[in-house]
């Protein structure tokens, strides 16, 4: 299985809303990030996990909560988001973290509007 | 009108011919350098690495070629097929975090 998957795939939302984003690996990796992407632009690192613990939380605004409850399990939970949130929300794995040559492997993503 | 920001270089070659995708990277100190490929309405896919301490390599129809010295990276496709239209974006390790370079559109014509 060298799967991740996300779902849901598509999400609308009104700001006042709570909801949240879930990413599942099942390839024994022991690293999961959150990353964002607007329309026609790279994707943007938002959060890394290693081994369960946040490594890095790119000055993500605090309406953004992410949670890894296990090594195969990412969420992203949202809470009174603005409409220019509107984006891709990416799910990736990689073996580790900290090495050299560490590939990440994305899923499709979560298309999220918000209105 | 639209802003010249919003809009991806794109490439555009006929079905059968070659295909040369460029990148150049920001930071001298990366070591470590990927290309993606992403599909509409799909994540970014794998396509092949390359460590500082080379500059070419090969894989499946695809090699990638890396000039430290002007910090520019290639990705080449030969034989280009419809199945290879996607944004191609090209990656590099700085520090811990791997970032992504702009992007290009390939449009593959039959």
């Known amino acids: 299985d060298t799967e991740v998957t996300q779902t849901p795939k598509h999400l609308v939302m009104g700001m006042t809303n709570k909801k949240s984003l879930k990413c599942e690996q099942h390839?024994?990796?022991?690293?999961m990030y959150w990353y964002k992407q607007k329309a026609k632009k790279p994707p943007e690192l938002m959060f890394v996990?290693?081994?369960?613990?946040?490594?890095i939380n790119e000055s993500v605004p605090s309406r953004f909560s992410p949670e890894c409850p296990n090594s195969s399990l990412l969420n992203l939970h949202l809470h009174a988001l603005q409409p220019e949130d509107s984006a891709l929300y990416l799910c990736?794995?990689?073996?580790?973290?900290?090495?050299?040559?560490?590939?990440?492997?994305f899923g499709s993503g979560t298309q999220l509007s918000v209105l | 009108g639209e802003s010249v920001g919003l809009h991806l270089p794109t490439l555009s070659v006929q079905e059968g011919d070659n295909s040369i995708i460029n990148c150049a990277y920001s930071?001298?100190?990366?070591?470590?350098f990927i290309w993606y490929k992403q599909e509409s309405g799909k994540g970014p896919q794998f396509i092949i690495d390359?460590?500082?301490?080379?500059d070419k390599r090969q894989g499946q129809r695809v090699t990638v070629l890396l000039n430290k010295t002007v910090k520019h990276l290639s990705l080449q496709i030969a034989a280009t097929q419809p199945g290879d239209s996607a944004v191609y974006f090209c990656?590099?390790?700085?520090?811990?975090?791997?970032?992504f370079g702009a992007g290009t559109i390939l449009r593959v014509k039959s």
């Open positions: 990736a794995s990689s073996q580790g973290f900290g090495r050299l040559d560490e590939k990440l492997f």
């Open positions: 996990y290693s081994y369960e613990k946040l490594s």
């Open positions: 990656a590099e390790k700085v520090g811990n975090k791997l970032v």
């Open positions: 390359i460590r500082s301490n080379m």
């Open positions: 390839m024994g990796h022991r690293a």
């Open positions: 930071n001298s100190a990366s070591d470590y």
